[in-house]
């Protein structure tokens, strides 16, 4: 009992440096970013400095990690894990090409920056039903929000605070956001973005407010309030609680929908996405889409997942999805 009241319940896990090293080169970091300032000092993450770097492992981290739930449909157990640990093993170590959703992609990513030496604590988000992605065939028009499910970093640099969210698909901000109402950004092609802050139509109390992240596909196109968030820090208890609920849920569509996405990328620029939903796959590139393949059975689903995202699976992994309801026949 001693020993439990000296532990300091606010340290989170970290990465040892050849962990980190092992990470730069899962999501394929050029050399030239490997001798920056950051990985030399922690001093460097919390100055101006810190955001070039942090910009470059976003754009590398979303073009190599996939947004995916295969673990709730491919896999022994059907069961999401958020220990830093595990997740290192899955994404990194494995060299299969996996990711996870937005809990799993978030955790890893920030247990990256907060070794590095990043100010960073992690909090909780609540999706607009309009963005999700069975909107159109529910005739779910928003915004009316989930309750807490979705999960993003907060970064601090110079004094300025970041959203940076490495886990909602191709829609997600793909470059450190900061807290700054209606400040338009260019996200990925003709996307933008910006974050205001309001209440929202489901609060009893007009008085609150809340950060709103939203996108739009054009200048001519509206904006769509995708998700809500506080800057309050969200503890790892908190995730666990969060994570049970959207992994096992069947109202929760990662129970119920196979997805796995990944951004692409050109040079330093990242142009667009390639995304397999249920039975199709998609890549997008600066607007203009193109159906890769439409899948029959599972066996051109495992080939897909391979062939367009770099995904492997193993063969309990594959064994995994018979007699769910996501099985292709």
């Known amino acids: 009992m001693g020993d439990h009241a000296h532990t300091d319940v606010s340290q989170r896990p970290t990465y040892s440096p050849e962990q980190l090293q092992r990470y730069y080169d899962r999501i394929s970091l050029p050399k030239s970013y490997r001798h920056h300032p950051v990985t030399q000092s922690s001093d460097a993450a919390k100055s101006k400095d810190g955001l070039t770097f942090l910009t470059a492992l976003q754009r590398h981290q979303v073009a190599s990690v996939p947004f995916e739930n295969l673990e709730l449909h491919y896999s022994p157990h059907h069961t999401v894990t958020l220990d830093p640990q595990h997740l290192f093993h899955k994404v990194v170590e494995r060299g ?19 070794s590095l030496g990043y100010d960073v604590y992690s909090t909780g988000a609540r999706v607009n039903e309009a963005a999700q992605p069975v909107a159109a065939t ?10 807490w499910n979705h999960m993003i970093n907060i970064v601090t640099i110079a004094n300025q605070r970041y959203i940076v969210d490495v886990g909602f698909g191709s829609a997600g901000p793909m470059h450190p956001l900061p807290l700054t109402p209606d400040e338009i950004s260019i996200n990925v092609g003709n996307q933008s973005m910006k974050l205001t802050k309001s209440n929202i139509p489901d609060n009893t109390n007009p008085d ?26 969200f ?5 666990l609680v969060m994570n049970h609920f959207t992994s096992t849920s069947r109202t929760s569509w990662f129970t119920y929908l196979v997805v796995c996405v990944k951004m692409v ?19 997008r590139i600066r607007g203009q889409s193109e159906i890769l393949a ?8 495992v080939a897909a997942l391979s062939e367009h995202l770099g995904v492997g699976l193993s063969e309990p992994e594959k064994a995994g999805i018979h007699g769910m309801v996501t099985e292709l026949w």
Request: with cysteine.
């Open 235 to 239: 503890l790892p208890n908190d995730f």
């Open 138 to 147: 529910k005739g779910w028009k928003g915004p009316r929000y989930d309750g």
């Open 96 to 114: 299969n090409g996996r990711g996870g959703y937005c809990m799993e992609n978030s955790c890893l990513f920030g247990t990256v920056l907060r």
């Open 265 to 283: 990328l050109e040079g330093d620029e990242l142009v667009g996405d390639i995304t397999l939903f249920n039975n199709e796959v998609k890549k």
């Open 294 to 301: 439409m899948l029959t059975s599972e066996d051109e689903r």
């Open 208 to 233: 609150q407010r809340l950060w709103c992240y939203q996108q739009r596909h054009a200048d001519d196109t509206p904006w769509i309030p995708s998700y809500c968030f506080t800057e309050t820090e």
